[in-house]
């Protein structure tokens, strides 16, 4: 089983906001990750979450706040986004953290900020 | 620098053809690791495959192919007898091995969206 879920698959939110995006994995990955894609773009690493610990940030602004509960579960509370933040938010986990295992997506949040 | 090029944004063929949708990558490490995804309209990345630096076998997977080619940094992907429902973007990407132990990063491509005619 290769699955990774992501909770809502839409969510429509205005710029006073506040609101998490969740994902989780049961596959006993220990690497996990946000991505951000905007439309006709390639998907842009935003987190990495190595054994729970967060090891990359890609200069994200603070308005996303990721958090890893467990090893199998990952949030990103939105805080006062702006409408240019409305994108897909992507999940993904791999089995180890090394730099060569598969990455296997989530279906995404489609997120819109008013 | 583009670390993987996907030079053809969009491509439409009719159904039953063949396609071919070219990768070419850059790195300098000598252990790296190749991947493709699918991405429908609904949203989803689907990993289709995944093939190391030293491994430059062709794989064929039922009506799908891929060409790795070292001499020419080159992973292109072939789709066989093409079905409407192979309509999506298609993602290469690579992942090097420099970054061990924080959890890998892709350098994904442009992507190439596909048009399957009926």
């Known amino acids: 089983d290769t699955e990774v879920t992501q909770t809502p698959k839409h969510l429509v939110m205005g710029m006073t906001n506040k609101k998490s995006l969740k994902c989780e994995q049961h596959m006993g990955h220990r690497a996990m990750y946000w991505y951000k894609q905007k439309a006709k773009k390639p998907p842009e690493l935003m987190f990495v979450y190595s054994y729970e610990k967060l090891s990359i940030n890609e200069s994200v602004p603070s308005r996303f706040s990721p958090e890893c509960p467990n090893s199998s579960l990952l949030n990103l509370h939105l805080h006062a986004l702006q409408p240019e933040d409305s994108a897909l938010y992507l999940c993904?986990?791999?089995?180890?953290?090394?730099?060569?295992?598969?990455?296997?997506f989530g279906p995404g949040t489609r997120l819109t900020v008013l | 620098a583009q670390k993987v090029t996907q030079a053809q944004t969009e491509i439409s063929v009719v159904e039953k053809e063949d396609v071919t949708l070219d990768c070419v990558y850059e790195?300098?490490?000598?252990?790296?690791?190749l991947f493709w995804y699918k991405q429908p309209p609904s949203g989803e990345l689907v990993f289709l495959i995944r093939?190391?630096?030293?491994?430059?076998q062709n794989e064929i997977s039922g009506r799908y192919s891929w060409n790795f080619q070292k001499s020419t940094s080159s992973f292109n992907f072939t789709i066989t007898a093409s079905q409407v429902v192979d309509s999506a973007v298609y993602f290469c990407a690579l992942s090097e091995t420099l970054r061990s132990n924080t959890g890998n990063q892709f350098y994904f491509g442009t992507g190439t969206s596909l048009t399957v005619i009926p």
């Open positions: 093939r190391n630096s030293f491994d430059e």
């Open positions: 993904a986990s791999s089995l180890r953290t090394s730099g060569t295992d598969t990455q296997y």
């Open positions: 790195t300098r490490d000598t252990t790296y690791y």
